[in-house]
């Protein structure tokens, strides 16, 4: 009996208390960079190597370092391991009872008799796989709410280095039309002081100069907030972005064959929500399966021994529940609501799933044929310009309408990215 209590002590689990303290979790979050020994490691473990400290930062490389940093990844990194652990309940057999049942006698001498007795809970109908399959189930989809997260925390990272982009060439375009506009004001000006121009042109073209201006300034704006977007999305403070260089190669470029019929159907059938989403389905089955298995009582096998006076006394009981008064019916009820609850939500998932694919493949094919029309219309811009600069050059026009060719190349220029970022929105 000392061994059997010795073996019981040693197998039990141990509190140990971690206190969480915002003072020492907001210095930890504030001492994050990009800079990070542990980051760099993580780096070479997903086969992504180079100089160190790195020269700059492109798409891959800082999906990882959200991978890395990001917290709500490891929130659900955390949902899932603690539905992990549901497979180890869900395996685990009943333990079997202990008891002890002293008699006093006071009749015979000696007058007490010794007594102890045993239940050994034995399941039927298989319910113990039934739990089991459930919980794989369960984790299963836990699963693919990890890869969803894991997915979206890529996609705030894209999004983020995209709208940094977009400032960023933005915020250069308006600097040069700005540039231009402000030569074709001097030069109204100065035809203005010799009569050749009306104070109303002048006007205009001042005030195309100071929305321009403004356009720029906003722009400036944007380019700061798309920093604090980037670094919300790596889980970084924003001062880790400091000096950090941002490579944007491939957000000019698109996949091939990206409106393929064998496309479409991969992505309807494994985006992570649908997979997800068919993963409870099974374990809404399972649980079916089990509630139907509880309408068969399990066995009790209950020996006991009995030291009366000087003879000893074995017995063997077994007893069972008797399912007279119901049948598990309720239970039974809920888990078909549950599964069919479960099937209604994948139809749900997987519905809007093609709405949305067939909705961002129809966004990008239209925003692609629109960036194509206005690469063709930078392009004759481009050639345009060339010319007015070199009949500038030779004297054959004013320095006033090279300067308009300017502005409107700028602005031609800023359509053309306008028709590059939303094609670029729809496929993310």
Excluded at 187 to 195: I, K, N, V
Excluded at 222 to 229: C, P
Excluded at 319 to 324: I, K, M, R, T
Aim: glycine share 6%; with cysteine.
């Amino acid at each position: 009996m000392f061994f059997a209590f010795l073996l019981f002590i040693t197998g039990c689990a141990t509190f140990h208390p971690q206190p969480v303290s915002p003072e020492k979790t907001a210095a930890a979050f504030d001492a994050r960079s990009l800079n990070d020994d542990g980051l760099r490691a993580f780096l070479e473990t997903n086969h992504v190597t180079g100089d160190w400290p790195r020269d700059s930062w492109n798409l891959d490389a800082l999906t990882l370092a959200a991978f890395y940093y990001q917290p709500a990844l490891a929130e659900a990194r955390a949902q899932w391991a603690a539905v992990e652990a549901t497979k180890i309940t869900a395996g685990e057999r009943p333990n079997p009872t202990v008891g002890f049942t002293p008699t006093y006698d006071s009749t015979t001498p000696p007058p007490w008799i010794f007594g102890m007795t045993w239940d050994i809970p034995i399941e039927t109908a298989g319910k113990r796989g039934k739990r089991i399959a459930q919980a794989e189930h369960l984790s299963e989809a836990a699963r693919w709410d990890f890869v969803g997260a894991a997915w979206q925390t890529r996609s705030h990272v894209r999004t983020a280095l995209l709208n940094l982009y977009i400032a960023r060439e933005t915020e250069s375009l308006l600097a040069r039309q700005e540039a231009a506009q402000s030569n074709v004001v001097r030069l109204l000006e100065g035809q203005l002081a010799a009569g050749a121009v009306s104070s109303y042109e002048v006007t205009q073209a001042r005030v195309a100069l100071t929305t321009t201006r403004l356009a720029r300034q906003d722009a400036t704006g944007q380019f700061a907030q798309a920093r604090v977007q980037l670094a919300g999305a790596l889980g970084l403070p924003l001062r880790a972005l400091d000096g950090v260089k941002f490579s944007f190669d491939g957000l000019d470029q698109f996949p091939q064959n990206l409106t393929a019929p064998e496309v479409r159907r991969d992505a309807i059938l494994n985006r992570a929500d649908v997979r997800g989403a068919l993963a409870d389905y099974a374990a809404s089955q399972s649980a079916l399966q089990l509630e139907i298995a509880k309408q068969y009582p399990d066995l009790h096998l209950g020996p006991g021994y009995e030291l009366d006076q000087t003879d000893n006394k074995w017995s063997l009981g077994v007893s069972l529940d008797l399912p007279v008064l119901n049948h598990n019916q309720g239970p039974v009820a809920e888990a078909m609501a549950n599964r069919a609850t479960a099937a209604a939500h994948f139809l749900t998932v997987q519905t809007t799933a093609i709405a949305e694919i067939d909705s961002a493949l129809a966004g990008c094919d239209a925003a692609l044929k629109k960036s194509v029309t206005t690469k063709m219309l930078l392009d004759d811009m481009q050639k345009q310009l060339d010319s007015v600069h070199a009949q500038a050059q030779a004297g054959e026009v004013e320095p006033l309408t090279s300067a308009n060719a300017e502005a409107e190349y700028a602005i031609g220029a800023q359509n053309q990215l306008g028709a590059l970022v939303k094609a670029q929105a729809a496929l993310g």
